[in-house]
Structure formats: structure tokens, C-alpha cells
């Protein structure tokens, strides 16, 4: 990762270390899986660690797992498995994709289809 001034940005910790190195969250879940955080007084806070502390403030709004991943420079595998961990423990909200068991809507297919055709 670089800076603006072009130096390389290095990571305070290994990422993997947060999760005790685990790449894989405890259930599937998809990147575009959607994530909103739960309301917390404010002195709950302090029992969080610093990425989950982050998490919290991002999902204040509804975001993706992919957009967390992003936001927070680690990978995406990191990201799942923080995620996973607080779903767990009720701070956080998954709303999973429906996607019918994997078939695809071909009415939405359709509608991106004609769109591509347009340009």
C-alpha cells in the first residue's frame, strides 16, 4: 500500500494475527453479503478491540463485506472472519443474499442485458 506521497504504508500488525490466524470465517459468506452494526451504549465500546471498534463505525451505515475489506486495507478473507466472529456475538447484522438455491434472476439478467446493449 502506498501513501500519497508515494512512501509504502506498512501495516502496524499481520493481518491473519487479529484472527488467530484464521482465513475462513465459521460459515459462508458471500462478499456482497450486506453487514449493519447494532446499537451500543457508549461505554460498550471499550470492550471492543480496535478493528471491531472500526467495524462498528462503518456499518453504521449498511456495507458489504467487500466494501469493509476495502475500507479497512486488510483482505478479504480477514474481513469474513472479524465479521463472522461478530455476527456471533450479536454486534453486528448479516443480511444474506436470497438467491433462490444459486439460480439467478433472469428478469434481472434480462434488464443488465438490455442496459449492455444500450451503450
Not at 21 to 30: I, K, N
Not at 39 to 55: G, H, M
Not at 90 to 115: A, F, K, T, Y
Request: with cysteine; glycine share 6%.
Amino acid at each position: 500500500m502506498r501513501d500519497r506521497d508515494g512512501s509504502e504504508d506498512e501495516p502496524l500488525f499481520r493481518p491473519y494475527a487479529v484472527t488467530g490466524g484464521r482465513s475462513e470465517p465459521r460459515y459462508h459468506m458471500a462478499m456482497e453479503t450486506l453487514v449493519s452494526s447494532v446499537t451500543l451504549k457508549s461505554n460498550d465500546y471499550a470492550l471492543l478491540s480496535p478493528e471491531q471498534e472500526s467495524i462498528m463505525m462503518l456499518c453504521r451505515s449498511v456495507r458489504s463485506v467487500a466494501e469493509i475489506s476495502a475500507l479497512l486495507r486488510v483482505p478479504l478473507g480477514v474481513a469474513r472472519v472479524l465479521i463472522a466472529d461478530m455476527a456471533d456475538e450479536g454486534l453486528v447484522r448479516l443480511h444474506m443474499p436470497q438467491l433462490n438455491q444459486g439460480q439467478p434472476d433472469l428478469n434481472l439478467l434480462e434488464r443488465v442485458l438490455s442496459g449492455l446493449r444500450r451503450l
